[in-house]
């Protein structure tokens, strides 16, 4: 597989993720990421070439990629962005190759809910500074945090300020961060949440905490998230 991707590329992506420059990403990220794609799919030879290199599956896969770049890929960790990409663009590509051998139209399904994703959340407007600005989604989301934390973990106000406040002062609020701030704050390895309140029930291993987080966010993302979804707020 010819390397289309070294340190200069690995700074280019460093920094459009510290800095979200439209220009940066139209000259520089954007063919990356789709050069990402044509690579991942010829390296691992998804066939029929003219399907899997198909520029409706090309670009569900760039979409993805440019998603998870903002919102889980961290710059500061082990792993180069390269890695990273070229991982979740295998993995990408093996979803489509699954729902394709079950006998689904998977050029509709997959590109369908890859960009039901990617228009609730990350829809162009003039640019993506006037996108993270805009107030109608920055008030919906403030919506969206505050009944989490009151109505599905039953926190305090105290609680609740002292969370929000934890999670703006970090550098970048990674899931695993954001969700150790919850645990401990909440103290969920010793505390179940039930549908009437907390209940003492101290967690049998390590993970019980994250595992207690997981199992409400999953509540909340079924019931809230849906609705938000159905009736067009997202």
Not at 95 to 116: M, S
Not at 153 to 165: A, D, M, R, V, Y
Request: aromatic share 12%; charged share 30%.
């Amino acid at each position: 597989m010819t390397i289309y991707f070294g340190p200069e590329e690995e700074k280019i992506i460093k920094e459009y993720i510290k800095t979200r420059d439209e220009k940066l990403y139209n000259a520089s990220v954007h063919p990356l990421l789709k050069n990402i794609a044509y690579g991942v799919r010829g390296k691992y030879n998804f066939k029929p070439e003219a399907y899997y290199a198909s520029p409706s599956v090309i670009s569900g896969c760039v979409s993805l990629l440019w998603e998870k770049l903002l919102t889980t890929y961290d710059p500061e960790g082990d792993h180069k962005a390269y890695s990273y990409l070229t991982k979740v663009a295998h993995h990408y590509f093996c979803g489509v190759a699954r729902k394709r051998n079950k006998g689904e139209t998977t050029l509709r399904y997959t590109t369908r809910q890859i960009e039901q994703i990617w228009n609730a959340s990350h829809c162009y407007s003039e640019s993506r500074e006037e996108m993270f600005l805009d107030e109608h989604h920055t008030r919906t989301r403030k919506r969206l945090v505050g009944s989490f934390l009151s109505d599905y973990l039953f926190c305090t106000p105290i609680q609740k300020k002292k969370i929000l406040e934890s999670i703006d002062d970090l550098p970048r609020a990674y899931k695993k961060n954001v969700n150790k701030i919850i645990i401990d704050e909440l103290d969920l390895q010793n505390y179940a949440i039930r549908d009437d309140g907390p209940d003492y029930r101290p967690g049998e291993s390590k993970s019980a905490g994250a595992k207690r987080l997981y199992t409400i966010k999953t509540k909340f993302m079924d019931r809230k998230i849906s609705l938000y979804k159905r009736t067009g707020v997202l």
